[in-house]
């Protein structure tokens, strides 16, 4: 089961895009340095898809985009609650900020848009350095494609 702690409108975690990103508590990683400590906690709300759908239909038309920041503990129901989004909103953009080193299966891909991979290494940066061990994949016709590059600061 999937707990959401906050959420909130951004425009920096895929180029391009206005997203509504849901961060998600109960983080495993336990990452050096983690700059949401919070999230590692089992805090918030459960995330269901009800919901996800509820917290949508405040935002649909104003948002492009809706990313789960985290759910490494779960990531079915990270895949179950975006594929309901596709389902109920074709046009919206799905996203997942995972900290695990892996792509998702290639069954799996058909619920993103966006996936990031990589566990937060303080040293190394966010995706806006050039140093960063983290990954940013555009996903078209089940091809991850990477596009790191687009977030690196010029």
């Known amino acids: 089961m999937l707990?959401?702690?906050?959420?909130?409108?951004?425009?920096?975690?895929?180029?391009?895009?206005v997203t509504l990103a849901i961060n998600l508590s109960c983080c495993p990683n336990r990452c050096p340095g983690c700059h949401?400590?919070?999230?590692?906690?089992?805090?918030?709300?459960?995330?269901?898809?009800?919901?996800?759908?509820?917290l949508l239909e405040a935002y649909v038309?104003?948002?492009?985009?809706?990313?789960?920041?985290?759910?490494?503990?779960?990531?079915?129901?990270?895949?179950?609650?975006?594929?309901?989004?596709?389902?109920?909103?074709?046009?919206?953009?799905?996203?997942?900020?995972?900290?695990?080193?892996?792509?998702?299966?290639?069954?799996?891909?058909?619920?993103?848009?966006?996936v990031k991979l990589g566990a937060w290494v303080e040293a190394l940066g966010p995706l806006s350095s050039p140093t960063t061990n983290q990954r940013l994949y555009r996903i078209d016709d089940g091809q991850a494609r990477n596009i790191t590059d687009r977030m690196q600061r010029r």
């Open 61 to 114: 038309g104003n948002i492009t985009c809706v990313a789960l920041m985290g759910g490494d503990g779960d990531p079915e129901s990270v895949v179950r609650l975006l594929r309901t989004v596709r389902k109920k909103y074709p046009k919206l953009r799905t996203g997942w900020y995972s900290g695990r080193e892996r792509m998702p299966s290639e069954e799996e891909l058909s619920a993103f848009d966006y």
């Open 3 to 17: 707990k959401y702690a906050n959420y909130d409108i951004v425009f920096q975690e895929f180029p391009d895009e």
């Open 36 to 54: 949401s400590r919070e999230l590692l906690n089992d805090i918030g709300e459960s995330l269901t898809a009800e919901r996800l759908i509820a």
